[in-house]
T-cell receptor, first 116, second 113 residues
């Protein structure tokens, strides 16, 4: 009963480096999301996916890319890391039925990223 | 667009005190409403939810009632414990297709012994 699994838990990057944050869910949820959380700012949506092969931008997509080749996996790619990308990143998944609506998210435990 | 407004924090209470955290929303249609809790160093967990007007969500002694007339979903607990110290997020989901959650900014609750 793993739920949503994120790796790594912590990472320090140098400016200009690239990396991929991994996210896997085993609940057969159709929707997946990436958020960043900054102190006092709540959660901001980076990208989301409503199913395999379909992704869309959220509120703050610049500097990030995603792909969704399977229902289970939704990796987030940072191509040229910048200090402004220092944050805690959360992946989440949810199920949304044919009539829409949302039954609540399941979150991963987060990745704390520092760019120096 | 949809939005969620939470009261400003942080909030510090003594153990066994009564808790109210205010949440109001703006949305088209008939959204579902949620409270999430984030314990230190962890991801967010669903605390409770309500899907239609006058519904009451409850869990772990926490309650919130969906008030359509005042567009509110205030979180309450009669007697808080030190273990309730966490960040609390109010959120809503519209009922349309591709309905994503919109979160408030969150409020930090600290409960002292």
């Amino acid at each position: 009963n793993a739920g949503v699994t994120q790796t790594p838990k912590f990472r320090i990057l140098k400016i200009g480096q690239s990396m991929t944050l991994q996210c896997t869910q085993d609940m057969n949820h159709n929707y997946m999301y990436w958020y960043r959380q900054d102190p006092g700012m709540g959660l901001k949506l980076i990208y989301y996916s409503v199913g395999a092969g379909i992704t869309d931008k959220g509120e703050v997509p610049n500097g990030y890319n995603v792909s969704r080749s399977t229902t289970e996996d939704f990796p987030l790619r940072l191509e040229l890391a910048a200090p402004s990308q220092t944050s805690v990143y959360f992946c989440a998944s949810s199920y949304s039925g044919e009539m829409g609506g949302n039954y609540g998210y399941t979150f991963g435990s987060g990745t704390r990223l520092t760019v120096v | 667009g949809d939005s969620v407004t939470q009261m400003e924090g942080p909030v510090t209470l003594s153990e066994e005190a009564f808790l109210t955290i205010n949440c109001t929303y703006t949305a088209t249609g008939y959204p579902s409403l949620f409270w999430y809790v984030q314990y230190p160093g962890e991801g967010l967990q669903l605390l409770l939810k309500a899907t239609k007007a006058d519904d009451k969500g409850s869990n772990k002694g926490f309650e919130a009632t969906y008030r359509k007339e005042t567009t509110s979903f205030h979180l309450e607990k009669g007697s808080v414990q030190v273990s309730d110290s966490a960040v609390y997020f109010c959120a809503l989901s519209d009922t349309g297709a591709n309905s994503k959650l919109t979160f408030g900014k969150g409020i930090t609750l600290s409960v002292r012994p």
